[in-house]
C-alpha cells in the first residue's frame, strides 16, 4: 500500500505544483493518515482478540504484554516526525485559521520549497529522521529477539522467521536509490526543494511505515496463538498515471488501485462507466482522447467491507493534460515586431506542459510582453527599430528547471509606408464628374495583417483647367480638400488635371511624419 501511494507522490512532483496538485498532496495525505487510524484501531483489536484467547489458554498471556509495548519502540521517531512537521509549518508561516474556509488547518506556506530545504536538508533534520527510521526498525527485530529468548511455553520462534520478517519490514531505508540518482544524501533524494504540502504525506508515510511495522510485529505474536491478522475496513482510490501529460495521438495510460492495499483485495473498477478488469489488486485504464488541453476521468471502486459485509463505493475525479505534436517553421527574413501595433505570439512547447512554460523578451527594441487571449497566447509591443544585426528575442524557459527550450529572434520596423489614394485610385484617368464630387485623400496600408491606421498630415495641391492659369493650393495639414481646392475642381471639366504631391502620412508609433506617393488625376 505504502509503495503504491509513494509512487503515486513521486508522479504527482513530476507536475507543476498548481493549486490542483498541492490539494492532491493533501488528500494523500488524509489518505495515508487515515490508513494510521485504521491500523491502530485494528491493533488494539487484534490485542483484544490475543487477551481473549489468553483467558482460556494463560501461557499466551506473556504474548498479550509484549505486544502491548511493541509500539514503544517507534514512539521516538514518531514525536520526531511530528516536532519537524511543526518547525515546518512555523517557519514556513503557521496554519490558516480553523473557520471552516477550504484551507482551514492547512500551513499557510504550502507551497514553500526553501524552508523544507533547509530544515530537513541543510539543517539534517531529515537525517535526523533516517536515524530514528534505522533504529525504530533495529529495536522492533531487537524486540521479537528478546520475546523469543524469554522461551515462553507453548511459543516457538525461530531465527529464520525473525530474518524473513526483518527482510520484509515496511519501515525500511532505501540507500540504492539517492546513491542511483546521485543524491549528495539520502535526505536530500526524498525531501530536497520539496514544497511543505509535499512533505506532508512523506511525514504520514514514515509514520504509517512506522505503525504498519508495529502490526506487523503484534501479527508475529498473534500468529503464534492463532489471532488473526490485520484487515482494513476503510479504503480510498488512487490514480497513478505513466505520464500525466501526453501528446495528442497517444495513448494514456494509469494504474487505479484501493488506498488500503492488498493483492488480496477483492474490489471492482468502473471508470466514466466502463468496467475495469482488476488483477492483482488494481486495474489499468486506458484512454486516447480526441482532443487537446485538459482531460478529466471519474473511478469508482466498489468493495465489500470485510469486518461489516457491507457494499461500499468510493470514487474520485482525476485529469491529466493532453498536448499537441509541434513543428516550428519560420522564415527568417520575416520574423518582424512592428512598432505601434499589438504582435500576437503563439507559443507552444512539445512535451511541455503549458502550466511549466514561462515566456520573457530580451535584447533591443523596447518590447513589452503581456497575456493574450487563451493559453499561450501573448500580445508584443515594441517602441524602437533594431539596427542591423540586432534583434529582439522571445526566450522561452521550462519553469520546472529553469532551463532554455528556445530562444527566437525578431527584427523590429515601423509599419510599412501607407499609399495615399482617392476614392480607392492613386491616381490616372477619372470621369470629371467624379472629379467634382471628390472631398478628400486618404492613407491606406496595402496587404498589412495588423488592425492599424495611419492619417494623412499632410499635402499641396495644383488644379490645372484647360485654358487657364492653375491654381495652386497652399499647404493642407490633413487629408481632406481645402474649401479652395473644392471651389477650383467645381468646375472640372475634360482635360482638367489634379495633382496632389508632398503627401505626408503618418502610422502608429510615428515619431514624425513620413513623406508618401504623389496623386495625378486626368479629368475625361
Known sequence: MINL???????????????????????????????????????????????????????????????????????????????????????????????????????IGKKD????????????KGAQIKAAVVKAKAELIQFIRDVKAKNIKGVVITDAEIADLEKNFLLEIDDESWKKNQKPTWEAHVF????????????????????????QVINFLAAKMGATEVTYDKFAVFSSPKSPYILLGETFETEIALGAFSSQAQFSVNVNGQNIPVKDGKAEFKSKPGSLGQQKYKATITVKNPLTGEVESVNKEFSYEVGSPSVTVSADAMNVFYIGVENPLSVSASGVSSNDVQVTLSGPGGGVLKPGSGKGKYVVTVTEPT????????????????????????????????VAKMNQKTGGNIP?????????????????????????????????????DPYNSPRVSSGAFSPDIVKALATAKAGTVLTIYDVSARCPGDPAPRAINSLVFNAK
Open 432 to 468: 470629371a464628374g467624379e472629379l467634382r464630387s471628390m472631398s478628400g485623400i486618404y492613407a491606406e496600408l496595402e496587404n498589412f495583417d495588423f488592425d492599424a491606421k495611419c492619417t494623412i498630415s499632410g499635402y499641396n495641391a495644383t488644379v490645372q483647367e484647360p485654358r487657364k
Open 5 to 107: 501511494m509513494y509512487l503515486v507522490l513521486t508522479a504527482m512532483l513530476a507536475l507543476n505544483v498548481s493549486a490542483e496538485i498541492i490539494n492532491a498532496f493533501f488528500m494523500l495525505e488524509k489518505g495515508i493518515h487515515h490508513t494510521n487510524d485504521i491500523i491502530d484501531a485494528t491493533n488494539e483489536k487484534v490485542i483484544a482478540s490475543m487477551e481473549e484467547i489468553s483467558k482460556t489458554k494463560t501461557q499466551y498471556q506473556p504474548l498479550v504484554d509484549e505486544s502491548k509495548r511493541a509500539s514503544s519502540a517507534i514512539q521516538p521517531l514518531v514525536k520526531l516526525i511530528e516536532e519537524v512537521r511543526e518547525q515546518v509549518v512555523k517557519e514556513s508561516g503557521g496554519r490558516f485559521p480553523n473557520d471552516g474556509s477550504k484551507d482551514a488547518g492547512k500551513p
Open 192 to 215: 530536497g526543494y520539496l514544497p511543505v504540502a509535499a512533505c506532508y504525506p512523506l511525514f504520514t508515510k514514515f509514520e504509517n511505515d512506522a505503525k504498519a511495522s508495529v502490526s
Open 387 to 418: 539596427a542591423k544585426g540586432s534583434f529582439c528575442s522571445v526566450v522561452i524557459t521550462n519553469k520546472k528547471d529553469n532551463k532554455s527550450i528556445g530562444k527566437f529572434d525578431y527584427r523590429v520596423k515601423r509599419i510599412p509606408n501607407p
Open 113 to 124: 520549497k526553501d524552508t523544507p530545504q533547509r530544515i530537513l536538508v541543510d539543517q539534517k
